[in-house]
């Protein structure tokens, strides 16, 4: 079983970025133009991973960490996400909390190397992204821990096992709520409207992308990477819910990337239909997402 | 043929042709006469007791005889009232004589009408849910009467009464629906009948959903009786009411309301819990009396005082059919005296507003000489809603008080004889200065009518004549409906 | 079709959290056109047999005021009166939100200690029920706009009729006329409360209206201070 697991975490590492493609093209079709091709991506990350290191003298190690941590622990964190019935590749009880852990290590390494250039720009741009992952991550962890509820079991590959179809019909409407907050913790975490514009060039509109500012060269491409790999964790989260039948890794990985698809044309659609929400919304809009989730759970109870 | 028929058809389509005739004086005369064959109808069924319509839906027992009447006579009585004051108002452009727009002669009459409907079909409906929509048109039917004068009180009074019934008798329904629920076996889904005789002769396999449904349908229908501490739309809206639509509220609507308690009592009676609902009747009333009392006390506007006044009085009645007993006799005889002396006090007060033109008691004085039959009136109301005898009210509230204290109430008794007292005094400080104080107010405009006079005098003495003199076929009427009740003569 | 009532409760549970969260009228005013909507359907998706004639156009009706013409009538109001927010509740909407999650808790509580007969595919039902009139309740209390207390009203409404219709077998259907009309009438009249409280007041702010009452602020110490300068 352990070689399925492995084929699709390789499809996923593999095709991750191609998301980021989709949306952009998306985006521009809504937007009357052509846009750019769906692989440029990749020649991003291959460009910028051959640039030359050019460091500052105000950054200390820390400045390196960043982008290194972030990508490790989203390696590690897609090898806990099962796909359907495909159990992933290190499960045991609890490694839902370990996820989300690993996903807070990672925001707080970019964090730190973001603050470690000293510019204030930057300790502004922190606060505002730890105050949304502050508001993100009790929803996530209590649509977790209700859809925990629903299956009994606390590894994420046995509950996302047990979601077959007398379950959806039996928990209907926790299982919507659920995912209506994970699509919402989708875009809040990954800077998608309505929380964050990701192609803003005006600074003091930015979240997210004020950690990245100040990276260049190889450390972008991590970054890149690894916003791709973020993006494709956070869709595994809702497509799983869907009672998948066990199915062989061949057509696994293949409805695993028809779901990316299908997750990336949402994202596109929703960045283009709606606009920024102004930042106190954006605390109105995740707290929601909370009591969402707490809704949720009472329902599961 | 089945009079009650021409009963619920008539004001409804006096209503609709008074809308579209073009011709006010014409309106007016069907108006009037509609109210008189109402009236009429009404007196017939003292002779001879209508037939049940719609399988028992619609029935008119005893008891909703007696509120009938009431309701019939007061609106009578409002209707000649009604029209008086129309007469003396320019309706130019919808305007009275101070230049404020008021409600068109035309929507006043059509829109009264229709109360009346409702509060007819309110009074004969043996139905919970027929009674509910009747109760509920009532509160539709006499919200644009309140805000008759385009004044920011009136509109705000409209307001608060309006959402503060609606909210009350949705929660009634909520009973209505706990009340099906505790009759109905689970599983078996046949139709639950809201009928009064049917729910009280059902088995009843649910004990606490059956005690919260009346609960609910209590406070419910209670916000609309206006017992404390869902009375507070109630000092707003019948004060700022024009004074023929104040005497109708406090005399008719307030009964109409009761009746639906006290329809509703007998279920829970017949099914033996009386000892429950008669605790909840006598707390609601007892709190009801404070309530009025302290706010009564020091009171400044005299047609708020007679609303308040009002809810003083259906606490009372709370309190005397909670005694159980010969409490019900006293708090129906209390229920026929108190409709009555009301509605002659407000036809009063519009009076010496109409004259006055201010509804603060400190600005009218020496009433006495200017207005010397109002004044008469005035005092005479006063003495006769604080329970003087002969009126009627000294003797039920006497009879209300005497089952008190034979059944052991001692503490329910003291704060009864206290509050009245209190009461009395307290209107005595309002009503007497009026009518002697000579330090010089406002002077009055014209002066009063004879017809202005003629209908409340009517009023009262009518009180005063239930006082010395009950008529036959009223005692056996009445001893039907408090046997009906549960009570004892 | 087995989540059809599933996806009806879900949304209106989920209309409910709207309108606790938000601050716009309109959008209030859609979210109850949604519940209108919704719970005239109810009854069908819970009885699968006898469609009888009058059960259809009842829904029909039920349909067309509470989804379409009540929402308008609200509509209207809120164009001529030109109140198009609910700018200072007393209870903001964030806390209203969150007050109202504890509620649901409240509500499954309530069912469950009411234990009435339900089939258990419906189990959701009643405390999404409770909720709704929970919500109106709440929007009466809390709101301050009169405009948003009507809404409040009919959402109350709308949770009693789903409470109703969850539980009782059949209603006789001239009840539910009645009620549908008694609810018409009410919003028309409120309707023109409402534009008369605009227009004698400029505003529609239920908490200013405050003129007539016996108890003002500060009434026992100008009281006392009164009695003491009379001596």
Not at chain 2, 348 to 359: D, E, P, Q, S, W
Request: proline content about 4%.
């Amino acid at each position: 079983m352990k070689i399925y697991s492995l084929i699709v975490y390789f499809f996923i590492l593999l095709f991750a970025p191609l998301m980021l493609g989709i949306i952009n093209r998306t985006k521009a079709f809504f937007a009357g133009r052509r846009g750019a091709p769906l692989l440029q991506v990749y020649f991003d990350i291959i460009k910028l991973l051959r640039k030359e290191r050019i460091y500052s003298r105000t950054t200390t190690t820390a400045f390196l960490l960043g982008p290194r941590v972030t990508l490790a622990a989203l390696l590690a964190a897609l090898a806990m996400i099962p796909f359907g019935k495909i159990p992933a590749l290190i499960s045991f009880p609890g490694d839902l909390f370990l996820l989300v852990y690993l996903l807070g290590t990672a925001r707080f390494f970019t964090v730190l190397s973001a603050m470690d250039t000293g510019s204030s720009f930057e300790g502004m741009g922190s606060s505002r992204e730890v105050w949304f992952s502050f508001l993100a991550e009790p929803a996530l962890l209590v649509a977790f821990i209700a859809l925990a509820r629903h299956s009994g079991v606390l590894s994420l590959s046995s509950i996302y096992a047990s979601l077959d179809h007398t379950l959806w019909r039996e928990e209907f409407i926790s299982l919507i709520l659920i995912a209506l907050v994970f699509s919402i913790i989708l875009l809040s975490e990954n800077s998608r409207i309505p929380v964050d514009d990701p192609n803003t060039h005006l600074e003091l509109t930015m979240i997210h992308e004020v950690m990245v500012l100040d990276h260049g060269g190889p450390d972008l491409g991590l970054i890149t990477y690894s916003a791709g790999l973020k993006l494709a964790l956070f869709s595994i989260f809702i497509t799983a819910l869907l009672p998948w039948p066990p199915v062989n890794p061949w057509a696994g990985s293949l409805i695993a990337g028809l779901s990316l698809v299908v997750i990336s044309l949402g994202v596109g659609i929703v960045e283009s239909s709606m606009a920024r929400l102004p930042l106190r919304k954006v605390t109105h809009f995740l707290a929601s997402a909370i009591l969402i989730s707490l809704v949720a759970l009472i329902l599961s109870l | 043929m089945n009079l009650l028929v021409p009963l619920l058809l008539a004001p409804l389509f006096s209503s609709a042709i008074i809308m579209i005739l073009p011709n006010k004086k014409l309106g007016k005369i069907l108006f009037l006469t509609t109210g008189a064959i109402h009236l009429t109808i009404v007196f017939f069924f003292w002779f001879e007791k209508p037939f049940p319509i719609l399988k028992g839906w619609l029935e008119l027992d005893s008891l909703g005889l007696l509120i009938l009447s009431l309701m019939s006579l007061l609106f009578f009585c409002a209707s000649i009232a009604a029209t008086n004051h129309l007469a003396h108002t320019t309706l130019l452009r919808n305007r009275d004589k101070t230049g404020r727009k008021v409600l068109s002669e035309k929507k006043t009459l059509a829109v009264m009408l229709l109360f009346l409907e409702s509060m007819t079909l309110s009074t004969l409906s043996q139905h919970l849910g027929l009674f509910w929509i009747a109760i509920e048109a009532t509160t539709l039917a006499s919200a644009p009467l309140i805000s008759y004068h385009r004044h920011p009180r009136s509109v705000e009074a409209t307001w608060k009464y309006l959402l503060i019934c609606s909210v009350g008798i949705a929660l009634a329904f909520i009973g209505n629906i706990f009340l099906s629920l505790s009759i109905t076996d689970p599983g078996s889904g046949s139709t639950v009948s809201l009928l009064i005789r049917d729910l009280a002769a059902s088995g009843r396999p649910r004990d606490s959903l059956f005690k919260t449904a009346f609960i609910f349908l209590f406070v419910g229908y209670g916000t609309k009786i206006g017992l404390s501490p869902l009375h507070t739309w109630l000092p707003d809206a019948h004060s700022e009411a024009p004074a023929f639509m104040s005497s109708l509220l406090s005399g008719a609507l307030l009964n109409g309301a009761f009746l639906g308690i006290l329809r509703i009592s007998t279920i829970y009676t017949a099914q033996g819990e009386s000892a429950f609902i008669q605790r909840i009747f006598m707390l609601f009333g007892l709190i009801s009396l404070l309530t009025a009392l302290v706010f009564m006390i020091r009171q400044k506007d005299y047609k708020r005082l007679l609303a308040y006044s009002s809810i003083e009085h259906m606490g009372i009645l709370a309190l005397g059919f909670g005694l159980g007993g010969r409490g019900v006799y006293g708090a129906l005889l209390h229920l026929l005296n108190h409709s009555l002396i009301k509605g002659a006090l407000f036809l009063t007060a519009g009076n010496i507003l109409a004259l006055y033109g201010t509804k603060k008691a400190p600005k009218v004085r020496f009433m006495l000489q200017k207005l010397p039959g109002s004044s008469f009136l005035w005092i005479t109301g006063f003495l006769a809603i604080t329970a003087f005898p002969p009126f009627g009210l000294f003797f039920s509230e006497f009879i209300i008080a005497k089952t008190a204290l034979e059944s052991g109430r001692v503490l329910v008794s003291i704060i009864f004889f206290l509050a009245l007292t209190l009461i009395f005094i307290g209107s005595a400080y309002l009503f007497l200065p009026m009518v002697l104080g000579k330090d010089g107010a406002r002077e009055p405009g014209k002066k009063e009518t004879p017809l202005s006079l003629a209908v409340p005098l009517l009023l009262l003495v009518l009180s005063l004549l239930l006082g010395i003199y009950f008529p036959a076929p009223l005692a056996e009427v009445v001893e039907k409906a408090v046997l009906y009740l549960g009570g004892s003569i | 079709m087995y989540f059809s009532i599933e996806i009806l409760i879900l949304f209106i549970l989920l209309s409910d959290l709207l309108l606790l969260a938000s601050s716009r009228i309109l959008l209030c005013i859609r979210t109850l056109a949604l519940q209108g909507i919704l719970l005239s359907l109810l009854p069908f998706l819970i009885e699968k047999e006898d469609l009888e004639l009058h059960r259809l156009l009842l829904g029909l009706l039920a349909l067309i005021l509470r989804g379409i013409v009540f929402p308008l009538m609200i509509k209207r109001t809120v164009l001529k009166v030109g109140v198009k927010r609910e700018v200072e509740p007393f209870i903001g909407f964030t806390a209203s939100l969150f007050l109202g999650v504890l509620a649901f808790v409240g509500c499954f509580i309530l069912d469950d200690k009411l234990a009435l007969p339900i089939s258990a595919d419906h189990r959701f039902l009643l405390p999404v029920a409770f909720f709704t009139i929970f919500t109106g309740l709440f929007l009466i209390i809390t709101r301050k706009k009169a405009l948003t207390q009507v809404i409040g009203y009919l959402v109350l409404e709308n949770g009693i009729s789903t409470f109703g219709i969850s539980t009782l077998a059949k209603d006789p259907w001239f009840l539910e006329v009645g009620i549908l009309l008694d609810l018409l009438v009410g919003v028309f009249i409120m309707g023109i409360i409402v534009f008369h409280i605009n227009n004698e007041f400029d505003h529609i702010d239920s908490h200013q209206l405050s003129m007539l009452g016996d108890w003002k602020k500060g009434s026992i110490t100008n009281y006392l201070n009164a009695e003491r300068e009379d001596k």
